[in-house]
Nanobody
């Protein structure tokens, strides 16, 4: 069965760091565009970062310079390294993988990130 699973969330103080993982099972991410999103209650899902099938990274302005998206050499895991975290980064973080030349896509269940003193 093909699926994505996020991990690495937790509670961290402002200014701290976390690394989220988005692991694919049943397939590799080699030909997929992977995006991280975040969602808080009452707000629309917000795009955070993208890494393309040719490893081009893009970021929302709110996280640029603080977050880094990367892909493992085995092409099965995408990471989101988050630094200098702020309370407004608190959200459920979800990853999405969409085939670069098609409509096939997968979503993970999400991992909670809470930034609080």
């Amino acid at each position: 069965q093909k699926q994505l699973e996020e991990s690495g969330g937790g509670l961290v103080q402002p200014g701290g760091s976390l690394r989220l993982s988005c692991a694919a099972s049943g397939f590799t991410l080699r030909n997929y565009v992977v995006k991280w999103y975040r969602q808080t209650p009452g707000k629309e899902r917000e795009w955070v970062a993208t890494i393309t099938n040719i490893d081009i990274a893009e970021y929302d302005e709110s996280v640029k310079g603080r977050f880094t998206i990367s892909k493992d050499n085995d092409q099965k895991t995408v990471y989101l390294q988050m630094r200098s975290l702020k309370p407004e980064d608190t959200a459920v973080y979800l990853c999405n993988a969409r085939l670069a030349w098609g409509s096939t896509q997968y979503w993970g269940q999400g991992t909670q990130v809470t930034v609080s003193p």
